[in-house]
């Protein structure tokens, strides 16, 4: 397997793709482009592409001239297909170890990373923040306002009360 360089004008996308990219989506993989370079080539059979639609799109956005790709044109007419599918699912199939994830997000928040090169948005980082938060025990008399914590979104500052 081999990366090789294809002009961004020669590549032609699958006419059947049932995958959609919004223009919000390309924006995020041109900013994650720009940030990290292109790190995920564009898998190709010849100048067809099989995955990579939204990647070509944030080329084309960002004005580069070539993209790295690697030939797939070993594999047949119908897994060809089929991969263009099941790239795009098997991702989507994926779950979050939520309490590694805020580390993770906690540890870029303090190190000045942007957290929007991510795909997170607001929401996302609020109910992630959110959830995992222990109530006192009710079997204790305890004075409940001192257990009140202040949540902050990581992303955007957002301060929220985890009892309301």
Known sequence: MQIKEIEVSKLIPYANNSRTHDDAQVAQLAASIKEFGF?????????????????????????LE???????????EIQKKAYIIADNKLALNADWN?????????NLEENNFNLDLLGFDAIDLTTLFAKGIEEPSKSKEIDTDEFLMDQKCPK???EFDDKA
């Open 39 to 63: 790190r995920n080539p564009i898998l190709v059979d010849g100048v067809g592409i099989i995955a990579g639609h939204g990647r070509l799109l944030a080329a084309r956005k960002l004005g």
């Open 98 to 106: 939520t309490e590694l994830l805020k580390l993770e997000l906690i």
């Open 156 to 158: 955007c500052g957002f």
């Open 66 to 76: 070539k993209v790295p790709t690697i030939d797939c044109s070993d594999m047949t």
